[in-house]
């Protein structure tokens, strides 16, 4: 299932990806640093949601409280609970 997140406090802007059960598949971020994006994106590719968010959550970038990583963890947790409703 394809999801969209608009995220808050980051530069990136908007986090698209799809699971496939519990398996992450196409991360994309528009916004944000780049490279540090792309490399985030080819890391979770395949990977379980639930590790990666247990990787990623409470991650933050210089003062802020939160960063593009904590983000798509806050993502692929409305996503598996939106998906468990579902």
């Known amino acids: ?3 969209t997140y608009e995220t808050s406090g980051t530069c990136s802007r908007l986090i698209e990806f799809e699971l496939d059960g519990k398996t ?3 991360v994309k971020f528009t916004g944000g640093c780049n490279g540090n994006l792309k490399a985030i994106s080819k890391l979770t590719e ?3 949601a639930e ?3 247990s990787i990623l959550e409470g991650n933050t970038c210089g003062p802020r409280p939160t960063s593009c990583a904590d983000q798509l963890a ?3 947790k409305a996503a598996l609970e ?3 409703g579902a």
């Open 82 to 84: 939106e998906e468990r």
């Open 1 to 3: 299932m394809k999801h």
């Open 51 to 53: 590790q990666i968010i």
């Open 46 to 48: 395949g990977q379980d």
């Open 24 to 26: 992450i598949h196409n």
């Open 74 to 76: 806050r993502a692929l």
